[in-house]
């Protein structure tokens, strides 16, 4: 089962628009890892929170935990074209580095 | 750099066959792990090393193999194709287990007839 699941699934929106997905999770972790996906290509890291941390930025992305809630957000604020891609939340349950994804939301930002 | 490099790219076997998925990484990271990816699957752990000599077992082990003979190596063996093996897969790499990011290989199309 996955331990992390995004929603909404897929998300389509204008060009300088915000786009906020969201992940919940199942058990206690350490640190929960966001990653974005080109179509055809392999996942690039995009930003990682520590269970200490509330809140972190990086440029135009503003990633929450909340892990009395077991969810985490990822804010992309002022959206381009060159946004489109899935963006997959991961996380390490057990803390032996099986990094485990979640399904992934596609992101489409029309032009 | 060339970070992690998968090969081939594209690959047609037909049920029963063998081969091996190569990846190799010159970032001299101690962990490697394999995923495959599928439509509305998102990734899945098949096989992960945290060094040279020691391999474990992921969400989605069956019909692998791995070895880690060396720091920069991962090879992955499916022994008889499958058609539920039809997927596209992912090498990756990081310098520590469950603290550092991930770096992905381009990934290898595997299709089983």
């Known amino acids: 089962s996955q331990q992390g699941e995004e929603d909404p699934q897929a998300l389509s929106i204008q060009e300088g628009e915000n786009a906020t997905m969201n992940c919940s999770y199942k058990?206690?972790?350490?640190?929960l890892q966001w990653y974005r996906q080109n179509s055809g290509r392999g996942l690039v890291h995009l930003i990682l929170?520590?269970?200490?941390?509330r809140e972190k930025h990086s440029g135009r992305l503003r990633v929450t935990l909340d892990t009395s809630k077991k969810s985490s957000s990822l804010l992309i604020t002022a959206s381009r074209a060159a946004d489109t891609a899935s963006y997959f939340c991961?996380?390490?349950?057990?803390?032996?580095?099986?990094?485990?994804f979640g399904q992934g939301t596609t992101l489409q930002v029309k032009p | 750099n060339a970070g992690v490099t998968q090969t081939p790219k594209f690959q047609v076997l037909k049920t029963g066959q063998s081969m091996t998925l190569q990846c190799a990484q010159d970032?001299?990271?101690?962990?490697m792990s394999w995923y495959r990816q599928d439509p509305g699957m998102g990734l899945r752990l098949i096989h992960y090393?945290?060094?040279?000599?020691?391999?474990d077992q992921g969400e989605v082990p069956n019909g692998y193999n791995v070895s880690r003979s060396t720091t920069e190596d991962f090879p992955l063996r499916l022994l008889s194709a499958a058609p539920s093996q039809t997927s596209v897969y992912f090498c990756?790499?990081?310098?520590?287990?469950?603290?550092?990011?991930?770096?992905f290989g381009s990934g290898t199309q595997l299709s089983v007839l």
């Open positions: 090393s945290v060094g040279a000599g020691i391999t």
């Open positions: 929170i520590r269970s200490n941390e």
């Open positions: 990756a790499s990081s310098a520590d287990r469950g603290d550092e990011k991930l770096f």
């Open positions: 058990t206690s972790i350490n640190n």
């Open positions: 991961a996380t390490d349950p057990s803390n032996t580095g099986k990094l485990i």
């Open positions: 970032m001299n990271h101690e962990y």
